[in-house]
């Protein structure tokens, strides 16, 4: 299977980096790819038309991923615009998008007690608008994440066991709707 790995902070110390190459060393058996959203232009309708090869790339790839891991923090008590942009970008056309029917799985980090759910309940809604196929389990937040992450990856044992849980759940999801 191919996983895209998604996410909303790219800061040198992005502890949703580290969450997804953690993920990334579960998935072995597969291929992965995580792209760089904060390399794509705005969205903008004028350039709809006649894409940016940056941009078709990663349409292309979303298109080709039998399912999506969304990592992110929590940025002002919602989505991150780097990703929020990613999202828009690959929803077009609206209603037939690359993302209509995609498995979709959210985990969100924070150092605060909330652990990113204000932007798991945004994306969730985001993810349903494009009529994706939401991974329907626990709400997946690891906090305070400061404590979970060393060195860009995850080192806490409870946090990797949940890790490791979740994405083999999110792996059932895509085989059961190819079935």
């Not at 909303?8 to 072995?28: C, M, P, R, Y």
């Not at 039998?66 to 056309?93: F, M």
Request: with cysteine; aromatic share 4%.
């Amino acid at each position: 299977m191919k996983i895209l790995l998604l996410s909303g902070s790219f800061s040198n110390k992005s502890k949703s980096l580290a969450i997804l190459n953690t993920i990334e060393a579960l998935l072995t058996n597969h291929s992965t790819e995580t792209p760089r959203l904060d390399t794509l232009p705005f969205y903008n309708d004028d350039l709809n038309a006649d894409k940016p090869a940056d941009v078709q790339a990663f349409i292309d790839s979303v298109d080709q991923a039998d399912g999506i891991i969304l990592c992110t923090p929590e940025y002002n008590h919602s989505v991150p615009a780097v990703l929020k942009n990613a999202l828009d970008w690959a929803s077009r056309p609206a209603f037939n998008s690359p993302l209509k029917n995609k498995p979709v799985t959210i985990i969100t980090q924070a150092d605060s007690p909330v652990g990113g759910a204000r932007a798991q309940a945004h994306l969730k809604l985001i993810m349903d608008a494009i009529l994706s196929d939401i991974h329907i389990c626990h709400e997946m937040m690891l906090t305070p994440i400061s404590k979970l992450v060393s060195d860009g990856k995850v080192t806490d044992e409870t946090a990797l066991r949940r890790l490791e849980r979740h994405t083999k759940d999110f792996l059932n999801l895509i085989e059961s709707r190819k079935a």
